[in-house]
C-alpha cells in the first residue's frame, strides 16, 4: 500500500481539479460522485496508513517523493510523515471532512455553483492534508497558505453579494500578515539548523539547551506563533473570524471551526521540542490564549447571529488551547483540538441545519443576504433573519434530530462532566493552575462565559416559544444527508473522551503516551504532571464545573421564556452591552487608526514623491531647463554672419587673455 | 545547413530583424499577412530556440566568436553565446514574442503589418543583448532595442504616448551615456571589449575608480530594472504603450537590468559591488514596500500593474545584493517569474480593455459573473503574481527572502525582514483590486465597464493564457528545470566574487552532552559565522 500514499492529498486534488474544470457540464450527480468519492477515498487510505504506521516499530512512516525547491545549502524535498501527531490529525481532516462533504450535499442542494463549491471543498482538503502531513516546514506552509486561499474563496462564495467579498479579502490579509511571521520564522530556523525538514530540526533540538532569556529560539518561535495568531483568530488577528461567516454554513464547520483554525495549534504541536527550548515564548502563548479565550468569550454573550455565537466561542476555544500548550501540555491542547473538531463540526451543522429549516419559512430570498424583516420579533440589519436567535424559538419539536445532536455538542462544550469537553477542558485548566493560577482563573470565567451564552443559543432556538410563527410553521426536519452527519458527529463527541480521560478520574489519558514520539521527539523528558495531586484536580475540577454549570443554568432561565429578562438587565448597563454588542469597536479602530493611514501614505508617496519630487523636480525640470536653455541658445543662431564673427573674436580675445596672462 | 550548424545563435538573433525589414518592405494593405507572416515567423524561432539550445546537450554553453572590426584602435568581437546565466531568458524571450502576438492579435487597428515588423526588429534587439559577449556588441544592442519600443509606445500607444515614448527613450538613454564613458575608458585600459579582460583590467585599477566604473554600470541597468528612485518611466510606458508593448516590457526589458548586473557589473566590478551591496538592497527595500504601497492606492489596473513590476523587481535586486546563492539564484527565477506573471497580467488586463475600453478599477465590479473563465485565469495569474506556494512567485521570493537573510553581510538579517512585509503588501493590492474588478454586485451602469462586457475569453485568448498557467505551476512545483543551469556559473561567480561567508546562528547546545553539533553549524571562526563558506553553500 506504502505507494499509494502520496494518493491521501493529491486524490482530493484531482477531485478539485475535475470539480473545478468540467463539473458545472458534468452535471450534480457526477460533481456529487467525484467530489465525496476523492475524500472517502482519501479517508480510507488515511486508515490504512495510521495503522501502518501503528505497525512501524518507531511509529513513523516517512514517504519522500523527491526534491522541490533545492538550491545553494537549502533543499525542501516533497516528503510526508505519518506519526502519532499527523496520523491523528489526518483521520480527523479526512474524517469530519468527509462528513460534512456529504451533509453538503443537502445543504447545497439548490445552489447554482455546486460544483465551484466542491471543487473548493477537495481543494481545500488536499491543502489541509497537506499542511497535515508535510515533512518540512515549508511543505507545511504549502498547506498553510494553501488553507488559507480555499478559505478565501469559500468565504467569498456568495461573490456577488457586498459583504462576503470583503470577509474573504480580510480574512486572507489577515491571514497574510501572520504568515509573515511564519516566513521571518522559517528563516530563523534555517539560518540556526541549516534546515528546513522537521525531523532534522526536532533532531538537533533535542541536543540544546533551553534558552536563558530572549534568545534566537525564542525570536523564532514567537514568529511563528505570529502566524499561529493568524490563522487559530488569537489576539490581535482574530477580527477576521467572525467574518468569516459570510462562506455557506458546511464551511464554517470544516474550516472555520474544526480543521483550519486549529493549524496554528498543531503547528506549535509538531515543533513542540523547539517551543520548549523558549520559555518565554510559552509564557506568550498561555497568555494570548488565555485573554483571546475571555475577550471572544464575552462577546458572544450578546450576539443574536447563530453563527456569530458560534463563532466568537470557536475563538474562545482555540484560547484554551493555546493556553493548554501554553502550559507545556501538547497533549492537553491537542486533546482539545480533538475534542472540539467534533462538538463544534457538530455545533455548526446543527446551525446550518436549524438555519436551513428557518430559510424555507424566511421571506428572503437568499439563504445569506435576505435584509427583509420577519414577521414579529424585533429586526436587526445585519442579522439574516434565518440566523437569527431572537426569531428562532421552539425548534425541538420540529427538528428533533437536530435538537438531540446539539443537546449533546452543547453539553460538550460548556463540559458537563463526563462528556469529552469536560475531559479536554479540565486537562488544560488543571494544568494552567500548574503554571499560573491567574491562568486558570480566567479559563475558569471562560468557561463560566461559554455555558451561559452555549445555554442562551440553545435554549433561544430549541425552547419556549416561536418568535416568529411564520418561520416556525415552515420549519421542518432536515434530510437525511444532514441529520446522518449529525449523528454521526454525536457519537464521535460521545467516544472522542476514550482518548483521554484525565488520569485524575481513573483514566490513563492516553492520547499524551500515544503522541508522545511526536510531541517530545524521543528526547525531552515529561514535562509536567508530575508536581501536582490527584486530590488538586478533584478540587480544581469541583470548583470549574459548579461555576461552569451553575452559569448554564443561569443561561436557561434567562432565556426560556423569550428575551423580555435578557433585554431588561441590558437596560441597567446600556454602555457594557453596546461596547460588546459592538465587538469593542475594534474593526472600526482598525480601519480608522491603520488601514487609513496605510492608504494616506500611498497616495502622499504616489502623488508627493512619484509625481512632484522624482518626476516634477528630478525629470521634468531638467527637461525643461534643457528646453528653455535650447530657446535660448536658438537665439544665438542668428544666421548673420557678422555676429558669429564678432563672437569668433570675442571668444579668440578671451583665449588670449587667458593663455597670455 | 552547415552555416546554421556553426551559427546557431547567429540565426536565432538576426533572422526576426531579416523577417521584420521583410514584413515593412510590403505594402500596407497587406497587414494581416504580414501579422500572420510575423506570428507564424516568430513562434519558428521559439521553436527553433527550445530545439537548439535545450537539445544541445542540456544546457551546455554555446558560443560564436569571431574579431569583427576595430574601434578607435580597440577591437570589437562579434561575440554571442548562451550559458546558464541567460538561458531561460532567451527562452523566455523567444516565448512571450509569439504568445504576445497572438494574445493581442485584434487588439490594434492601424497599420498592423508595421506593428509586427517592430515587434521582430525589437526581439533582435533582446536576443542580441541577452547573447552577446562582447561589451561593445551588448552596448549596441541595449540601444537598438530602444528604438522599436519608441515606436510602439509614440505611434500605437494611449493619449498620452508621445510624452511616455520620450520619457522612456530619454531616461534610458541618459543612463547609457554615462555607462558608455565608463566603458570606453575601461576599454582603453584593458585594449578590448573582452568582459574577461575588461575585468582583469579594472581589478588593476584603484579602488576608488573600481567604484566609479561600477556606479556607471549600475545605474544604466537600474533605470531598466528599475530601481527606485530611476522607476517613473516605468509606470508612464506601461500605461501609454499597447497590451504588446507593455507586455514585452514586463517580460524581458526589465530583465536586462537584473540580468547587466548578473552578466556584467558584478563579475567585472566584484569588490566594488561587495562595497555598495547595502545600498542597492537598501534602494530594493524601499522599491518593494514604496512600489506595492503605491501600487495600493492605482485606480488604473494597468498602473497598478506597473507599480507592481517596481515591487517585484525589487525582490529581484535585493536577491542580487545578498550575494548568496540562494539568493542569486532566486534572483535568477524571480526575473522569469516575473517575465511570466506580469507579461500575464499586462495580457489579461488587455483583453479586458478591449472589451470594456476602460481600465479604471471604479468602473467595473462583478465581472465574475459575466466572464467566468477570465475570471478563473486572472486569479490563478493573481495568485501567482501574490507568490502563493506551489506557484512559480512562492520559490523566487522564498529563496531571495532565505538568501538574503543568510547573507554574510550583517544587514542582511534586518533586511530580509522588512522585505518579508512585500508578500503582504503585494496580496493588499492584488487582491483588492480583484475584489473590487470582479467580485461584488454586477456594475450594472450604463457606462459601466461590466455593462460593456458581453463575451467571455474566445479559443485565441484561452490558448495564449494556457502555457502561462502550466508554466505557472511548472515553475512552482519544479523550479530546477529553470534553475538547474544556473548553479554552477552562479556558485562560480560568487566564489570569485569573494562573497562573505554566510552567517548563520550558532545555538547553545545542553550542558551535559558532548559537544555532538551538526555539521551546519559547527564551532565558527569568528563569532556568528559559519566555519566554511563551501561548506554551508556549495555542498548540494
Known amino acids: 500500500m506504502n505507494k499509494y500514499y502520496w494518493l491521501i492529498p493529491v486524490l482530493p486534488l484531482l477531485g478539485a481539479v475535475f470539480n473545478g474544470l468540467v463539473g458545472k457540464r458534468a452535471g450534480k450527480g457526477a460533481v456529487t460522485i467525484v467530489g465525496l468519492g476523492v475524500v472517502l477515498g482519501s479517508l480510507l487510505l488515511a486508515i490504512s496508513a495510521f495503522f501502518a504506521m501503528k505497525g512501524m516499530p518507531d511509529h513513523r512512516l516517512v514517504l519522500d517523493y523527491g526534491e522541490w525547491m533545492a ?77 488559507g486561499l480555499c478559505s478565501y474563496l469559500l468565504i467569498g462564495y456568495f461573490f456577488e453579494t457586498d459583504f462576503a467579498p470583503d470577509a474573504g479579502l480580510k480574512a486572507f490579509l489577515t491571514n497574510r500578515l501572520g504568515d509573515l511571521g511564519v516566513v521571518i520564522g522559517m528563516m530563523v530556523l534555517f539560518a540556526a539548523f541549516g534546515t528546513l525538514t522537521v525531523s532534522d530540526i526536532l533532531t538537533q533540538a533535542g541536543h540544546l539547551a533551553p534558552e536563558v532569556g530572549f534568545g534566537v529560539l525564542t525570536f523564532a518561535t514567537l514568529m511563528l506563533f505570529v502566524g499561529a495568531t493568524g490563522k487559530s483568530a488569537q489576539l490581535p488577528l482574530y477580527l477576521w473570524l467572525p467574518d468569516a461567516m459570510a462562506g455557506p454554513t458546511p464551511v464554517s464547520a470544516l474550516i ?142 420540529k427538528m428533533p434530530i437536530t435538537f438531540w445532536t446539539m443537546l449533546i455538542a452543547t453539553l460538550a462544550i460548556i463540559g458537563f462532566p463526563g462528556t469529552s469537553g469536560f475531559a479536554s477542558k479540565d486537562e488544560i485548566l488543571y494544568l494552567a493552575y500548574l503554571k499560573n493560577p491567574a491562568l486558570w482563573a480566567v479559563g475558569v470565567v471562560t468557561a463560566c462565559f461559554t455555558a451561559f451564552y452555549m445555554l442562551r443559543l440553545f435554549t433561544l432556538a430549541f425552547l419556549g416559544k416561536a418568535r416568529d410563527p411564520h418561520a416556525y410553521d415552515h420549519a421542518h426536519e432536515s434530510p437525511a444527508t444532514m441529520t446522518l452527519p449529525l449523528a454521526l ?54 470548583v470549574s464545573t459548579l461555576l461552569g454549570l451553575g452559569s448554564a443554568a443561569f443561561g436557561y432561565f434567562s432565556y426560556k421564556d ?97 593663455f597670455l596672462k | 545547413m552547415t552555416w546554421l550548424n556553426s551559427h546557431p545563435l547567429t540565426f536565432l538573433v538576426f533572422a526576426p530583424a531579416i523577417l521584420g525589414f521583410l514584413i515593412l518592405a510590403l505594402p500596407h494593405a497587406l497587414g494581416r499577412l504580414s501579422r500572420m507572416l510575423g506570428f507564424m515567423g516568430a513562434l519558428a524561432f521559439f521553436v527553433l530556440s527550445l530545439a537548439w539550445l535545450l537539445g544541445h546537450g542540456g544546457g551546455a554553453d554555446i558560443s560564436e566568436r569571431a574579431p569583427w572590426f576595430t574601434l578607435v584602435g580597440l577591437p570589437v568581437d562579434y561575440a554571442l553565446g548562451v550559458d546558464g546565466l541567460n538561458l531561460w531568458l532567451v527562452i523566455l524571450t523567444t516565448f512571450l514574442v509569439p504568445l504576445t502576438m497572438l494574445g493581442t492579435w485584434d487588439s490594434l487597428k492601424d497599420r498592423i503589418g508595421t506593428f509586427a515588423a517592430m515587434f521582430l526588429l525589437l526581439e533582435t534587439g533582446m536576443l542580441g543583448a541577452l547573447m552577446a559577449q562582447d561589451l561593445f556588441f551588448f552596448y549596441l544592442f541595449w540601444e537598438a532595442m530602444l528604438i522599436p519600443m519608441y515606436f510602439m509606445i509614440g505611434v500605437w500607444g494611449g493619449d498620452e504616448r508621445r510624452y511616455a515614448a520620450n520619457k522612456f527613450f530619454l531616461f534610458t538613454l541618459s543612463g547609457s551615456l554615462l555607462w558608455l564613458v565608463a566603458l570606453l575608458y575601461l576599454a582603453n585600459k584593458a585594449g578590448g571589449f573582452n568582459p574577461a579582460i575588461m575585468g582583469q583590467a579594472a581589478s588593476a585599477l584603484p579602488f576608488g575608480v573600481q567604484c566609479w566604473l561600477f556606479i556607471a554600470f549600475a545605474v544604466a541597468f537600474a533605470i531598466k530594472v528599475p530601481l527606485f528612485p530611476l522607476h517613473t518611466w516605468l509606470p508612464d510606458a506601461h500605461v501609454q504603450a499597447p497590451t504588446a508593448g507593455s507586455v514585452i516590457l514586463a517580460g524581458v526589458l526589465l530583465k536586462l537590468g537584473g540580468y547587466g548586473f548578473i552578466r556584467f557589473a558584478i563579475p567585472m566590478f566584484p569588490q566594488a559591488a561587495l562595497h555598495y551591496a547595502q545600498p542597492i538592497a537598501i534602494l530594493s527595500v524601499i522599491a518593494i514596500i514604496y512600489g506595492a504601497l503605491v501600487a495600493m492606492v492605482q485606480r488604473d489596473i494597468k498602473k497598478l500593474v506597473a507599480y507592481s513590476s517596481v515591487s517585484h523587481m525589487g525582490f529581484v535586486m535585493l536577491g542580487l545584493a545578498s550575494f548568496t546563492v540562494i539568493g542569486t539564484q532566486g534572483a535568477m527565477l524571480q526575473m522569469l517569474n516575473h517575465g511570466i506573471s506580469t507579461g500575464a497580467l499586462f495580457l489579461l488586463v488587455g483583453m479586458l480593455y478591449d472589451r470594456a475600453h476602460t481600465r479604471m478599477i471604479a468602473d467595473f465590479g462583478g465581472v465574475a459573473v459575466k466572464m467566468p473563465v477570465f475570471t478563473t485565469f486572472f486569479l490563478i495569474v493573481t495568485l501567482s503574481s501574490i507568490g502563493l506556494p506551489l506557484t512559480n512567485g512562492f520559490v523566487g521570493e522564498f529563496w531571495i527572502l532565505n538568501g538574503t537573510f543568510l547573507s554574510g553581510f550583517s544587514w542582511g538579517r534586518l533586511y530580509a525582514s522588512i522585505a518579508t512585509s512585500g508578500v503582504l503588501l503585494g496580496a493588499v493590492y492584488m487582491l483588492w483590486m480583484f475584489k473590487r474588478v470582479f467580485w461584488g454586485p454586477e456594475n450594472k451602469d450604463e457606462d459601466s465597464g461590466t455593462h460593456h462586457l458581453h463575451t467571455d475569453l474566445n479559443a485565441r485568448e484561452i490558448a495564449v493564457m494556457l502555457p502561462i498557467v502550466v508554466l505557472i505551476i511548472w515553475m512552482g512545483v519544479h523550479p530546477r528545470t529553470f534553475v538547474a543551469v544556473s548553479e554552477a556559473p552562479v556558485t562560480a561567480l560568487l566564489k570569485e566574487a569573494k562573497a562573505p561567508a554566510p552567517r548563520t546562528f550558532v545555538l547553545k547546545p545542553a550542558v551535559h552532552e558532548a559537544p555532538a553539533v551538526p555539521a551546519a553549524q559547527a564551532p565558527a571562526p569568528r563569532e556568528g559565522h559559519a566555519a566554511e563558506p563551501a561548506a554551508h553553500e556549495v555542498h548540494r
Open chain 1, 256 to 397: 472555520h471551526a474544526a480543521t483550519m483554525v486549529t493549524s496554528g495549534i498543531y503547528m506549535i504541536c509538531r515543533l513542540a521540542p523547539v517551543f520548549t527550548l523558549a520559555p518565554i515564548t510559552m509564557d506568550v502563548v498561555a497568555w494570548v490564549g488565555a485573554a483571546t479565550a475571555l475577550f471572544a468569550a464575552t462577546i458572544g454573550l450578546v450576539q443574536r447571529d447563530i453563527k456569530k455565537v458560534l463563532a466568537y466561542s470557536t475563538v474562545s476555544q482555540l484560547g484554551y488551547m493555546f493556553l493548554g500548550l501554553g502550559a507545556s501540555g501538547f497533549a492537553a491542547g491537542f486533546f482539545h483540538v480533538f475534542t472540539h473538531a467534533w462538538f463544534k463540526a457538530l455545533l455548526f451543522l446543527g446551525a446550518g441545519s436549524v438555519i436551513h429549516a428557518m430559510h424555507h419559512g424566511a421571506p428572503s430570498a437568499h439563504a445569506q443576504h435576505g435584509q427583509e424583516d420577519g414577521a414579529h420579533a424585533p429586526s436587526d440589519p445585519g442579522v439574516s433573519p434565518e440566523q437569527d436567535l431572537f426569531k428562532m424559538g421552539g425548534l425541538k419539536a
Open chain 1, 562 to 658: 423569550g428575551l423580555a429578562v435578557s433585554a431588561a438587565r441590558a437596560a441597567q448597563f446600556p454602555f457594557l452591552h453596546k461596547l460588546l454588542l459592538n465587538k469593542y469597536y475594534v474593526d472600526e479602530g482598525v480601519e480608522l487608526y491603520l488601514l487609513r493611514p496605510i492608504r494616506w501614505c500611498g497616495n502622499v508617496l504616489w502623488k508627493l514623491f512619484d509625481v512632484i519630487i522624482i518626476d516634477g523636480v528630478g525629470v521634468n525640470l531638467p527637461g525643461a531647463l534643457a528646453r528653455v536653455s535650447g530657446d535660448f541658445t536658438a537665439l544665438l543662431q542668428t544666421g548673420r554672419v557678422r555676429n558669429y564673427a564678432l563672437s569668433m573674436a570675442l571668444g579668440a580675445a578671451v583665449l588670449l587673455y587667458v
Open chain 1, 489 to 542: 458527529l454525536a457519537v464521535g463527541t460521545v467516544l472522542a473522551v476514550w482518548l483521554g480521560w484525565p488520569k485524575a478520574f481513573g483514566g490513563d489519558f492516553r492520547i499524551e503516551a500515544w503522541l508522545a514520539p511526536a510531541t517530545t521527539f524521543g528526547q525531552l523528558h515529561g514535562a509536567h504532571g508530575e508536581h501536582g495531586s490527584h486530590q488538586l484536580a478533584w478540587a480544581l475540577a469541583s
Open chain 1, 71 to 147: 538550491t545553494g545549502a537549502l533543499s525542501v524535498p516533497f516528503g510526508l510523515v505519518v506519526d502519532p501527531l499527523s496520523g491523528t490529525m489526518m483521520l480527523v481532516v479526512a474524517g469530519i471532512g468527509f462528513l460534512i462533504h456529504l451533509y453538503s450535499v443537502g445543504y447545497m442542494h439548490g445552489d447554482e455553483g455546486y460544483a465551484r463549491f466542491f471543487s473548493y471543498m477537495n481543494l481545500f482538503v488536499f491543502f489541509m492534508l497537506t499542511l497535515v502531513l508535510g515533512s518540512s516546514l515549508v511543505l507545511m506552509f504549502v498547506g498553510w497558505e494553501g488553507v
